[in-house]
């Protein structure tokens, strides 16, 4: 199983990035998936997730300006992240629970600033 991200990149705060994940492989029912970041000196926090079923949770540090959304027939899972703020900087990562194993992507790196 992998798992690619794209979407990171630089911008000013303020405004928006929307980041994607694709998984492939051999996949059969992915039953979570997340999106989790890493500052630099800091620890990888959870910030939002998504069951298969669409329910969703978030970080309260994300929650109104964030919005994960999945389609389960390309496996793919996007946080769409409006009103960044340069606390918002870190390198996000995908994640994947499939029955009991979890997979993480590579990471890609979202920079805030003016």
């Known amino acids: 199983v992998q798992l690619q991200a794209y979407g990171g990149g630089l911008v000013q705060p303020g405004g928006s990035l929307r980041l994607s994940c694709v998984a492939s492989?051999?996949?059969?029912?992915?039953?979570?998936m997340g999106w989790y970041r890493q500052a630099p000196g800091k620890q990888r926090e959870l910030i939002a997730d998504?069951?298969?079923?669409?329910?969703?949770t978030y970080a309260d540090s994300v929650k109104g300006r964030f919005t994960i959304s999945r389609d389960n027939a390309k496996n793919t899972v996007y946080l769409q992240m409006n009103s960044l703020r340069p606390d918002d900087t870190a390198v996000y990562f995908c994640?994947?629970?499939?029955?009991?194993?979890?997979?993480w992507g590579q990471g890609t790196l979202v920079t805030v600033s003016s």
């Open positions: 998504i069951t298969i079923g669409g329910a969703t």
């Open positions: 994640n994947i629970w499939v029955t009991v194993r979890t997979y």
């Open positions: 492989g051999s996949i059969r029912g992915i039953s979570l």
